[in-house]
């Protein structure tokens, strides 16, 4: 494939936008993959170079229906000719909170923001209010804001002293909860759809609850994904309070922190506010896309094509000896580990060749609008792949997938 054009946009980006294409919307090599996109419909996507695409991305997680819907774009169309900015508040925000107040358990209050990065800085900032103490224990990705950025320059330093990651390591999390005894405000956990059962979040609640700390999930890739009522209705656990976006607006900029009224109260005593926070373009979409999740039982849905497409993947390995492997617990958002990096960027390379989008080395991303003879027929095509590439064959060995949870920060260390 050809892309020109994509390649030109990305040298022009490097005097216009600071730091060009940040790494996170780069695939690979820009002479080997796609960058700009001009068209997206349901599952199908178009590069500016006029390439089509089956897409696994789905927006990083937001896109949960597909792209450009119908339904929720005309919703959200009769919204604009009404105003999408009101002076003030605007009533659409009480409907949206009262759809999630039915929805998801722990919510008794729902405040609503526009990115996960402002939603998850928001609940903590309530979680040291409410409860007087300062630090966070962490496992997971919580957006960019200094609270949770790896990165130290531009970051106050004194800020990782407060804001621990325990790496999804149950005995580092007690350590973690007897050093700093008295001073922990909370354990906010991003649930990870493919690595850890319901086991683990049963101990860290316990945990929660035998030190005495809040505990609270990031739901901004789970929430509405793996159910309607979030991914704690799914395990049977109830945190204190949660965030929520992505598939709440099908694409559309909105997120929510839901919870106690206990937590949820701590409001009052410090600050949390945004001008666009009341924009009312993206909560009509999450109004209209929620329902149309309810109506058209997509969690079950992709979940159940999901499992089949990673299923049948895992088989399409085994059969030609090819050293890759599929992991999930909800197969909506599965992984593909591969036995080198090298290996799997070959074969993102030629699915690109062959009209197959995925997001590389992340989640394969299922919606609402992938149908199985597309997967079929992607099944088809990558066994094309898999026959023009060099590999020593054999299965995925132990090492390989331990050193890709290290390297992704799923674990600390491999138990």
Not at 75 to 94: A, D, G, H, R, T
Not at 165 to 176: A, M, P, R, T
Not at 194 to 207: D, T
Not at 350 to 378: A, T
Request: hydrophobic share 40%; with cysteine; aromatic share 14%.
């Amino acid at each position: 494939m050809e892309f020109t054009k994509s390649i030109k946009e990305y040298y022009a980006a490097q005097s216009l936008i600071v730091g060009g294409v940040k790494k996170m919307n780069k695939l690979g090599p820009i002479e080997k993959f796609p960058i700009y996109f001009s068209r997206a419909k349901g599952s199908i996507v178009w590069d500016i170079d006029g390439n089509e695409y089956v897409d696994f991305i789905s927006g990083k997680g937001a896109i949960i229906l597909g792209y450009a819907n119908d339904e929720v774009n005309s919703q959200v169309v009769n919204q604009i000719n009404m105003s999408n900015f009101m002076p003030l508040s605007n009533p659409i925000q009480n409907e949206l909170a009262r759809i999630i107040n039915e929805k998801i358990p722990c919510a008794e209050r729902v405040r609503l923001f526009r990115t996960g990065s402002c939603a998850a800085s928001a609940l903590i900032r309530l979680a040291r209010a409410y409860t007087k103490k300062e630090i966070i224990l962490t496992s997971g990705y919580h957006g960019w804001h200094d609270t949770f950025t790896g990165v130290r320059n531009g970051v106050l330093t004194e800020n990782s002293n407060y804001t621990l990651d325990f790496q999804y390591n149950v005995n580092l999390l007690e350590k973690l909860l007897v050093k700093y005894s008295g001073s922990v405000a909370a354990i906010f956990i991003t649930p990870e759809l493919c690595f850890f059962g319901k086991e683990f979040y049963e101990e860290c609640f316990h945990l929660s609850r035998k030190y005495n700390t809040l505990f609270l999930f990031d739901e901004i890739k789970t929430g509405f994904r793996t159910s309607l009522e979030g991914f704690q209705s799914k395990i049977g656990i109830i945190p204190d309070a949660a965030t929520f976006s992505k598939a709440m607006g099908n694409g559309y900029a909105i997120s929510a922190v839901a919870g106690f009224d206990k937590l949820m109260f701590a409001e009052e005593e410090t600050h949390l506010s945004g001008t666009f926070d009341t924009e009312a373009s993206s909560i009509r979409a999450s109004i209209s896309t929620i329902e149309l999740l309810e109506k058209y039982n997509v969690a079950s849905y992709i979940e159940n094509l999901g499992r089949y497409f990673a299923e049948e993947l895992d088989k399409l390995f085994l059969k030609k000896k090819f050293p890759a492997k599929c992991f999930y617990k909800d197969a909506s958002a599965f992984h593909i580990i591969f036995e080198t990096e090298d290996l799997g960027n070959e074969f993102y390379g030629e699915s690109i060749n062959r009209g197959i989008l995925f997001y590389c080395f992340n989640n394969v991303n299922l919606n609402y609008s992938h149908k199985k003879h597309q997967i079929d027929d992607v099944l088809n095509k990558l066994v094309n792949v898999i026959d023009v590439l060099t590999f020593d064959k054999g299965l995925l060995t132990e090492s390989a997938y331990k050193n890709y949870l290290i390297k992704n920060r799923f674990v600390s260390e491999y138990e």
